[in-house]
């Protein structure tokens, strides 16, 4: 199984550029085997690319810019979800090859299998637990009378003293209480804080993008547009010359 992924040699994306460096940078970082396909310079590359995205997976105005990522003919995915997989540790179930030994994706997909197995023991082991014969049934019930017996004036002197602690811990429950309210308050601001300076640096990312990606589709339309004319003057110049020679 090879691994393609569709670039752009000479973008003028910047956002572009760097969505490729970042794909291929990573793919060579996991020692992947991948080959790469430049549809600026190969016609051929960018038919093939357009024509095999699925038509869900494209954008509105129906042409896929890349990176676009294919394992042989079955289609992958974009930058974007190439970007989800490398945050959920899966980057290896999203371009369809099995995980080596001793990586994260192997050890997670290892965890999942062996999870219904580790609660079954756990269940049984606590079940286990819950059947113990108590201590006074194992060492008879004359024992266990003697002790009860022997205790009974230091039974009441334990309650006084768990009472005291009791009201200790009451205490400091309301004094801690009375605490939390203020550091949370102060946790939640901070956390405010962080969430608009995320978001704003979020959105200023998002419009720079989207402009690099509208000033490629014009790019590559008018790429289009031009083939087109020289094509239209080719069909002239035969059509003209077929005339003269007719004449």
């Known amino acids: 199984m090879v691994i393609k992924v569709f670039l752009a040699s000479s973008s003028g994306s910047t956002a572009i550029k760097k969505k490729q460096q970042d794909v291929v940078g990573f793919l060579e970082a996991l020692k992947v085997d991948y080959t790469q396909l430049d549809i600026a310079c190969n016609e051929d590359n960018r038919m093939w690319m357009r024509q095999n995205v699925p038509t869900e997976k494209k954008p509105t105005n129906g042409i896929p810019l890349p990176p676009q990522i294919f394992n042989e003919e079955s289609y992958c995915g974009d930058y974007d979800t190439f970007f989800d997989a490398k945050e959920d540790n899966s980057v290896y179930e999203f371009l369809g090859l099995p995980p ?37 049934e194992r060492n008879g019930n004359a024992h266990g009378e003697e002790e009860e017996e022997g205790e009974g004036g230091e039974e009441e002197e334990e309650e006084v003293a768990e009472g005291e602690i009791a009201d200790d811990e009451a205490t400091e429950g309301e004094t801690a209480g009375d605490e939390a309210p203020a550091e949370e308050e ?8 962080v969430t608009e300076d995320t978001r704003a640096r979020a959105e200023e990312e998002e419009e720079q993008e989207e402009a690099d990606e509208d000033r490629e589709e014009e790019d590559l339309q008018s790429e289009d ?13 035969v059509e003209e010359t077929q005339e003269e020679e007719a004449e």
């Open 225 to 237: 547009e031009e083939e087109a004319e020289v094509q239209e003057e080719e069909e002239e110049d």
């Open 100 to 136: 080596p030994p001793g990586s994260k994706e192997a050890e997670k997909a290892q965890i999942v299998e062996n999870g219904t197995h580790a609660e079954e023991t756990i269940a049984d082991e606590n079940v286990d637990e819950s059947t113990e014969v108590p201590v006074e």
């Open 186 to 193: 102060e946790a939640v601001e901070e956390t405010d804080e």
